[in-house]
T-cell receptor, first 114, second 120 residues
């Protein structure tokens, strides 16, 4: 079955540290990839998404992600985190263009300390 | 824009009772809404797709008689957990697609804040 793996369950960083959250998916066909963020007490928000074209995608709040097809990966990065980035981050995929079915990873909890 | 609300935000009920959760699109119309479920430390799993004016489409393994979905208007979908049991305790999240947007990843979904259900 298709799945999404996020290997980092809990990440703790100091402000200004660099961030990379891993995301791998298991599906051999064309995928559409997403990163969502959920701040404490708030709803899921879209950070960025990849459909096609440049594999390096830039999103909101300084986040970016790189799609590496050969590695089935879509890792999220930020060069310098802030305390306000403390949140839960979810990677997700959609397997075709005519469906809304998001397949989510288990999420990574990021804590940033001042 | 594109705000989705859920009510209640948390609910505690006794085993055997039914619980209704509302999902509303506040500033747009949504012909399609989605219901997800999240167990602790697990991923969100799509339970069903709710279509305004028609029956919901349930994912494999989801009991349609236990999780009743009603999408009676373009701004409201409800999920009723019937005869709830402790194993139904979970975090239920809805999302909505803006009316007119095509199905698929381009249009996108807008998520509600979730409802925490605890069944004693």
């Amino acid at each position: 079955a298709q799945s999404v793996s996020q290997h980092n369950h809990h990440v703790i960083l100091s402000e200004a540290a660099s961030l990379e959250l891993g995301c791998n998916y298991s599906y051999g066909g064309t995928v559409n990839l997403f990163w969502y963020v959920q701040y404490p007490g708030q709803h899921l928000q879209l950070l960025l998404k990849y459909f096609s074209g440049d594999p390096l995608v830039k999103g909101i709040k300084g986040f970016e992600a790189e799609f590496i097809k050969s590695k089935f990966s879509f890792n999220l990065r930020k060069p310098s985190v802030q305390w306000s980035d403390t949140a839960e981050y979810f990677c997700a995929v959609i397997l075709s263009y005519n469906t809304d079915k998001l397949i989510f990873g288990t999420g990574t909890r990021l804590q940033v300390f001042p | 824009g594109a705000v989705v609300s859920q009510h209640p935000s948390w609910v505690i009920c006794k085993s055997g009772t039914s619980v209704k959760i509302e999902c509303r699109s506040l500033d747009f119309q949504a012909t399609t809404m989605f219901w997800y479920r999240q167990f602790p430390k697990q991923s969100l799993m799509l339970m069903a797709t709710s279509n305004e004016g028609s029956k919901a489409t349930y994912e494999q393994g989801v009991e349609k008689d236990k999780f009743l979905i009603n999408h009676a208007s373009l701004t409201l979908s409800t999920l009723t957990v019937t005869s709830a049991h402790p194993e139904d305790s979970s975090f239920y999240i809805c999302s909505a697609r803006i009316r007119g947007q095509l199905a698929g990843p381009v249009g996108g979904q807008f998520f509600g804040p979730g409802t925490r259900l605890t069944v004693l």
